[in-house]
């Protein structure tokens, strides 16, 4: 356990928040310099075909140690963290068992990550967990994948009596702006499925996830001295304010749970000539979903209509699509994940994820792409934490998996 915690805490201290308004790939440097990090460990443990390609996706194999035409699994985990709070000069430490109490984060700023208001620390008493200092995120979402991952490769290349079949890994950089899968090489992966281990509590296994799409909607106005202004000023800012007002409130991310989708205003810039708000859409119904889209741009007809052409433009893009359709015809995938859970003492639970990961697309792209825990919780925040533990037995979840499948063959399974 200490490899993978110490891997786990070394991979925190790169940077490596994506952005997504660049529009290079990786969005942003660090990633870069994380990948070749990878690469270079891959190599020192016996992944030797492990490489970088010019767009940053990070490939390596696990050659077969046993004979027959068995399927080929894949592992993925992504490698960029949110922009949403701090993610640079990452803090992390070690409580090295969980009382069930309190956890200080920062005496001088007096934060505490509380049982109180984060119920999912009940859950892991006697634990080993790591926190942050209460001033950035972790980058669990989803280090923890890749230590995971990584921790998994170097027992099976040391444990040659472990029998598996040939194992594919990719680490994936933008996974966090919905660009993870844009470039991945799904043919040269040359896996027959894949799993993502981006999750959360050990038992989790998902396998139907939103419907995604983003909106920029652009502001023109017309700026006039305000002496002088009446009939004649057009505010680009009003006019952002006045479309944002036009959405249900109640369709906020704060105002919904389970299957309920959403509109979600992620950033305003304004000015008087010129505004911008940007959005992203959420809805498992890809109907709903649809109708969504289509009120963004009634909206902006309407303020058309009212102020004239040209001062309202929506440029709508669909991001990921609900993964369930694809994993279906493939349910092989689930009910070994389920079984090996099962086999390590957890209970799988699958519920509808209220967000996305790179299996979403890649499954539509031909690799049916499940997604499997890491021990995480609280992601996106300053109060996010990893139970070592749960990573611990999802490092165990993936041998079994390796395992069971290469007790298999391609016809078996329809392949």
Known sequence: MS?????????????????????????????RVFAEALVEEMKAIGIADAFVDGHGYVYGTIPANLEGDVPVVGFIAHMDVASEVPSTGIRARVVEKYDGGDILLNAEKGLSLSPAE????????????????????????????IAIILTMADRLIRDPSIKHGTIKLGFTPDEEIGR???????????????????GGAFGGMEYETFNAASAVVTFTGRSIHPGGAKGKLLNAS??????????????????????????HLISIKGETE?????????????????????????????????????CVSVELRDTYANMYEMILPHWHIVETAYEAIRELGGQPVSMPVRGGTDGCRLSFMGLPCPNLPTGGRGAHGRFEYVSVDEMALSVELLIRIAQKYGQKTREELGG
């Open 274 to 310: 010129r505004a911008e708000l940007r959005y992203i859409l959420r809805d498992h119904d890809r109907g709903i979903l649809e109708g969504r889209k289509a009120r963004m741009q009634a909206g902006a007809d309407f303020l058309t209509g009212k102020y004239g052409e040209g």
């Open 3 to 31: 490899n993978l915690k110490d891997r786990f805490l070394r991979y925190v201290t790169f940077d490596t928040k994506s952005d997504a308004a660049s529009d290079t790939c990786p969005s942003t440097p660090g990633q």
């Open 118 to 145: 984060f119920e999912s620390l009940k859950k892991v008493v006697g634990h080993a967990l790591i926190v942050t200092d209460g001033t950035t995120l972790l980058g669990g979402d989803d280090k923890a994948g």
């Open 238 to 263: 009003l006019l952002a304010m006045e479309f944002h007002g036009l959405l249900p409130a109640a369709e906020r991310p704060e105002h919904t749970e389970g299957r309920e989708g959403f509109y």
């Open 180 to 198: 993870g899968a844009d470039l991945f090489d799904v043919k040269g992966f040359g896996a027959d499925f894949a799993y993502t281990v981006d």
